[in-house]
């Protein structure tokens, strides 16, 4: 398989579809955008691909809190065929509203709260990635990641981190400064397969090095671009 069939799903109010689907071709994805209720009546284009994105942005106006509605949308109308792609070994990755998604669907552990400072953030960030991360998205990946956030509900929640330390299943920390609060630095976290991924920050706002703020001045660079997250999941992907 030369390159990964892949499904970008969206809700009305999502505003990172199309940035995630040109990382997907940048790291060797054929992307599709589907809508949430396309998806539910057309399921085929979830058992078609090989890999699925939950893009960001503010899915259903965050109706009843930060994205809730997505999931309700999913868990209904799906059911367990979210679960069951999964099962299948295919890559899950949610990002921002789509973190939010994933956790109100019980795919990941843990949930997401208003930020510490309680006020909207959108800055550039460093992750890095967890010594003991089993997340097949961070396969690899040594040197820190540069990405932006933009959320109000970005506060990572769990009450036992440790036992998730222990699992492998926190993926990537705040190296910079903590900006909402999240448990032990916490800005992404997997599933205990390490198939499902779900982080605040936004990769796919990093994909070329002219999208640092910093890009002219030395900053960023090949080795810090969020595409190695894509890249380590289309790698999966391509085994699956």
Same mark, same amino acid.
């Given at each position: 398989m030369?390159?990964?069939?892949?499904?970008?799903?969206? #809700?009305? =109010?999502?505003?990172?579809?199309?940035? @995630?689907? $040109?990382?997907?071709? +940048?790291? *060797?994805?054929?992307?599709r955008?589907?809508?949430?209720?396309?998806?539910?009546?057309?399921?085929?284009?979830l058992?078609?691909?090989?890999?699925?994105v939950?893009?960001?942005?503010?899915?259903?106006?965050?109706?009843l809190?930060?994205?809730?509605?997505?999931?309700?949308?999913?868990?209904? #109308?799906? =059911?367990?065929?979210?679960?069951?792609? @999964?099962? $299948?070994?295919?890559? +899950?990755? *949610?990002?921002?509203?789509?973190?939010?998604?994933?956790?109100?669907?019980?795919?990941?552990?843990?949930?997401?709260?208003?930020?510490?400072?309680?006020?909207?953030?959108?800055?550039?960030?460093?992750?890095?990635?967890a010594?003991?991360?089993?997340?097949?998205?961070?396969?690899g990946?040594?040197?820190?990641?540069?990405c932006?956030?933009?959320?109000?509900?970005g506060?990572?929640v769990?009450?036992?981190?440790?036992?998730?330390?222990?699992?492998?299943?926190?993926?990537?920390?705040?190296r910079s400064t903590?900006?909402?609060?999240?448990?032990?630095?916490?800005?992404?976290v997997?599933?205990?397969?390490?198939?499902?991924?779900?982080?605040?920050?936004?990769?796919?706002?990093?994909i070329?090095?002219?999208?640092?703020?910093?890009?002219?001045?030395?900053?960023?660079?090949?080795?810090?671009?969020?595409?190695?997250?894509?890249?380590?999941?289309?790698?999966?992907?391509?085994?699956?």
């Amino acid at each position: 398989m030369s390159r990964v069939p892949a499904i970008v799903i969206t #809700g009305p =109010g999502t505003n990172r579809d199309h940035d @995630v689907a $040109k990382a997907l071709d +940048l790291a *060797g994805s054929d992307a599709r955008i589907v809508r949430a209720k396309e998806l539910i009546t057309s399921p085929r284009h979830l058992d078609d691909a090989r890999l699925a994105v939950v893009a960001g942005g503010f899915s259903y106006a965050d109706s009843l809190g930060a994205g809730r509605m997505m999931a309700l949308d999913l868990t209904l #109308g799906l =059911g367990e065929k979210l679960h069951e792609f @999964v099962d $299948k070994g295919r890559p +899950l990755l *949610g990002i921002c509203n789509g973190f939010q998604v994933l956790s109100r669907t019980n795919l990941i552990p843990g949930a997401l709260g208003h930020n510490a400072q309680g006020v909207f953030d959108c800055r550039w960030v460093v992750l890095e990635r967890a010594a003991k991360s089993k997340s097949i998205w961070t396969k690899g990946i040594e040197d820190p990641i540069h990405c932006p956030i933009a959320h109000g509900e970005g506060r990572y929640v769990h009450p036992d981190p440790a036992s998730l330390e222990a699992a492998g299943q926190i993926a990537l920390r705040y190296r910079s400064t903590n900006p909402n609060g999240s448990i032990d630095d916490i800005a992404g976290v997997s599933d205990p397969t390490g198939l499902v991924l779900g982080l605040m920050p936004h990769p796919e706002n990093h994909i070329v090095a002219r999208q640092h703020p910093h890009h002219r001045r030395g900053g960023g660079g090949r080795r810090h671009l969020g595409l190695r997250i894509f890249e380590a999941g289309v790698a999966h992907a391509k085994q699956v």
